[in-house]
């Protein structure tokens, strides 16, 4: 089994910044990627960031020149530094992590609220 532990979610005011963090435990046979999912209220869940095993990164349109994810190998760990948030990021933020060798894990979320 893996586990994945978010944490540094929480309130910020539009236009501030906030960092999240991923760690992943467990037996990790074979990364392929890390990424972020979020899911506001109503809406599907949909793909933020991805950061794949070769440090290829996508992003989502909508958050690209805002967010950057990057990774520390070494500590099995996935970052999401967000800045220039908008009430739109308001959302549960999911780690999600990729193995070759076995279906794929989720965290438990970490909630981000954008608000005056």
């Known amino acids: 089994q893996v586990q994945l532990v978010e944490s540094g979610g929480g309130l910020v005011q539009p236009g501030g910044s906030l960092s999240l963090s991923c760690t992943a435990s467990?037996?990790?046979?074979?990364?392929?990627?890390m990424s972020w999912y979020r899911q506001a209220p109503g809406k599907p869940r949909e793909l933020v960031a991805r950061?794949?095993?070769?440090?290829?990164?996508t992003y989502l349109d909508s958050v690209k020149g805002r967010f950057t994810i990057s990774r520390d190998s070494a500590k099995n760990t996935v970052y999401l530094q967000m800045s220039n948030l908008r009430p739109e990021d308001t959302a549960v933020y999911y780690c999600?992590?990729?193995?070759?060798?076995?279906?794929?894990?989720w965290g438990q979320g970490t909630q981000v609220t954008v608000s005056a």
């Open positions: 999600h992590l990729e193995d070759v060798m076995r279906p794929p894990s």
């Open positions: 467990g037996n990790i046979f074979s990364l392929k990627a």
């Open positions: 950061i794949a095993r070769n440090d290829l990164r």
